[in-house]
DNA sequence: CGCAATTTAATTGCGCGCAACCAAATGGCT
DNA sequence: AGCCATTTGGTTGCGCGCAATTAAATTGCG
């Protein structure tokens, strides 16, 4: 009982204690952390046959999906900005997947346009989803709802993220 | 009309089709990675008093628990390794919050502990938690369940990562 | 004891994520 | 026209997250 400086003590703490809510707080962002990093690990695995990244991944589908784009317009989709899209999509260019280009009409913008390759490469993405969605071990139905939890979640913190900016600043 | 090079349909495509996963796809490591940067944001606002980033605060969390421990086991504990760990806890022990010593019995050991102002630095640490609770707008029981199904993602995710890592080295 | 395999951290390199700051272009206003 | 706020990307700096390499200490074994 001498030599030990601050141990706290390893019994569970009593439910609603504060001691509690720091042990369930840690277990929602924490569990969240590393499921996310848990799927950026399948990924790495998975995607390094086509030589993308995670998120050099994501900007593909879309991509894939909405064709030329803007970065402002990938970013909205990607929740992403030009810190972080700009040195990606050097690289995917570097890498022949897109190409670049200032817009004619209004010369601040940048289009981002897959090219040949790039869009020739969707067709090995194809099989991706499937090889995740088997990983997971997860039924379909299960994803669905758990997706559609995080969205909710994902919503609810944005906004009180930018309700305490807002209260913080003078707004 | 007729300068459209190569815009998919944005129509949505038929349930069960390979597009199809792939959008479902999208949504499930999207929104899993989405809202753990959301969490991430919370995080930096509220941790900003303490001087603390969110990987800092977790590194704190467990020491608060557990006390002084080797780096090994704090890896363990939030499965991160050394590359990560080490300068985060330079910086830590630079912000006068831990020290690292080297164990006497086993000097390949670092012994990280918690100095007398990181351990004052818990009772600040207590509200936090309420506060990013509040910022999720979930009732305790719905986190509690999200926190499981998030457990056996990660497990099942990691289960088929190293799956896939014996099989493409010679284990 | 001497030597090889293992364990444990540290270091390096690269890519993301984000805040802060900067530059160019645009549009509205007088 | 001239001026100013806004929009849009780019750049820089810093902190993870992870793979790969290196170094030192320990353990096990003959």
């Known amino acids: 009982m001498t030599a030990t400086p601050s141990p ?3 019994t569970v703490p009593a439910p609603g204690s504060a001691d509690d809510w720091l ?15 848990a799927f950026n690990g399948v990924y790495r695995v998975i995607l390094k046959d086509l030589g993308l ?3 050099q991944y994501l900007v593909m589908l879309v991509l894939w999906e909405h064709g030329t784009l ?8 990607l929740r992403l ?18 190409r670049r280009e200032r817009s004619a009409r209004d ?24 090889r995740i969605a088997a990983a997971t071990g997860f039924e379909v ?12 979640l994902t919503t609810a913190l944005d906004a009180a993220a930018a309700a305490a900016e807002g209260t913080a600043e003078g707004a």
């Open 107 to 130: 010369e601040r913008s940048v289009e981002v346009r897959p090219t040949e390759e790039g869009t020739a490469l969707r067709r090995q993405a194809l099989e991706v989803p499937l």
């Open 53 to 55: 990244t995670y998120p």
């Open 8 to 10: 706290p003590p390893a």
């Open 23 to 37: 042990r369930l707080d840690q277990q929602v962002c924490f569990t969240l952390n590393a499921a996310s990093r």
């Open 81 to 98: 900005d030009s810190g972080t899209l700009s040195p990606l999509l050097k690289r995917l260019e570097t890498a022949g997947l897109v």
């Open 141 to 152: 139905e299960e994803i669905r709802e758990l997706s559609a939890v995080l969205q909710r």
């Open 70 to 77: 803007p970065v402002k317009k990938l970013g909205e989709h």
